[in-house]
């Protein structure tokens, strides 16, 4: 039964439906269809679009596959071009990854390079390295990385991922005071860099240097975006323990003004809280707990697991309730 996909877009949907039925037989149609069909329709933006759509259930091998027919259609797509570092590595050897499409790419002038040209070929070359034959290509990868990550901040000099990436490829080969000056210049520099500022406000959180956490992370947190690109339970955790450090540290005695900022932060960070962090949730009702009895402040928090929560929850029910009704 002859078949009609007029977009790369619907492609991809139809794809996704049929790996939901199993139907691998309607699966290989529609890829010999895309294969086949040079009319089908799609902007180089679709042809990314229909790749992501594909490697979120774990389709690299079709993803790629699109891809490539959208390069021979867009041949000077870097976001194209990027895609297929990104998604090749996870089913085509890397060597040739390196050759037909990094090579490609790198001869495109930057000015038309978009941030995923960046960063994934930045990401695709700190992964080649570590397979580098010799000393000399893994200077040479090294050396690429480094340029690349300058032109990075060059070309992009607002977009914090840039800092992010160089601080990851930092971390891989150990040079952590290397890594951790990225984070910081970012800070330093950019106005909105809330994966930079979280996650240099850990670093200065685990070495014990809470009263410099407190306005990184704060940065971290003022950010208002509309999907928050950081984990903004924990970045109010780890505010609200700094704050609670430095109240002890300074041996100062506790009272109303000066523990509410601490409880804010610990509410604050259970309203946030993921699904998966009720460790965290744990943990933040312990330490309230704690400070409520050694300061004599109430943080009038209601924990979910708490039965004093439960038992006040019951007894507002039971005093809105008509007299009648209560027994």
């Known amino acids: 039964m002859a078949i009609y996909i007029p977009s790369i877009r619907?492609?991809?949907?139809?794809?996704?439906?049929?790996?939901?039925?199993?139907?691998?037989?309607?699966?290989?149609?529609?890829?010999d269809y895309v294969v086949n069909t040079p009319t089908i329709s799609g902007s180089a933006d679709e042809y990314h679009n229909a790749s992501v759509k594909l490697t979120r259930i774990d389709d690299y091998e079709n993803a790629v596959i699109i891809l490539e027919q959208g390069l021979k259609r867009f041949p000077r797509s870097t976001d194209i071009l990027a895609d297929l570092l990104l998604y090749g590595v996870k089913c085509r050897k890397i060597s040739s990854i390196s050759h037909f499409y990094y090579d490609n790419l790198a001869k495109i002038d930057k000015d038309f390079w978009t941030w995923r040209s960046f960063h994934f070929s930045i990401d695709f070359l700190m992964l080649y390295i570590q397979y580098a034959e010799t000393r000399e290509q893994?200077?040479?990868?090294?050396?690429?990385?480094?340029?690349?990550?300058?032109?990075?901040?060059?070309?992009k000099p607002r977009d914090e991922r840039a800092y992010m990436v160089e601080h990851d490829y930092y971390e891989l080969i150990h040079c952590e005071d290397k890594a951790i000056s990225a984070l910081k210049n970012a800070v330093e520099k950019l106005t909105v860099?809330?994966?930079?500022?979280?996650?240099?406000?850990?670093?200065?959180?685990?070495?014990?240097?809470?009263?410099?956490?407190?306005?990184?992370?704060?940065?971290?947190?003022?950010?208002?975006?509309?999907?928050?690109?950081?984990?903004?339970?924990?970045?109010?955790?780890?505010s609200a323990l700094s704050r609670e450090y430095v109240l002890r540290s300074d041996n100062t005695t506790f009272n109303y003004d000066n523990t509410k900022p601490v409880f804010d932060s610990y509410f604050s960070a259970l309203e946030y809280l993921d699904n998966d962090q009720s460790h965290l949730a744990k943990q933040i009702e312990k330490r309230v707990r704690i400070l409520e009895r050694e300061s004599g402040v109430e943080s009038k928090i209601e924990f979910k697991s708490s039965p004093n929560a439960s038992l006040s929850a019951l007894s507002n029910l039971l005093r809105n309730l008509p007299s009648s009704e209560r027994g």
């Not at 240097?209 to 955790?237: C, F, H, M, T, W």
């Open 10 to 31: 619907i492609a991809a949907e139809l794809l996704v439906d049929s790996y939901q039925t199993n139907d691998y037989t309607r699966i290989k149609e529609i890829m």
């Open 138 to 155: 893994r200077k040479a990868i090294d050396s690429e990385i480094v340029s690349l990550i300058t032109n990075y901040k060059k070309y």
């Open 193 to 238: 860099c809330p994966q930079c500022a979280l996650n240099y406000a850990d670093y200065l959180f685990e070495s014990g240097q809470y009263s410099a956490v407190i306005p990184i992370v704060e940065k971290a947190i003022n950010i208002r975006e509309d999907q928050p690109s950081i984990n903004l339970g924990y970045a109010y955790y780890i």
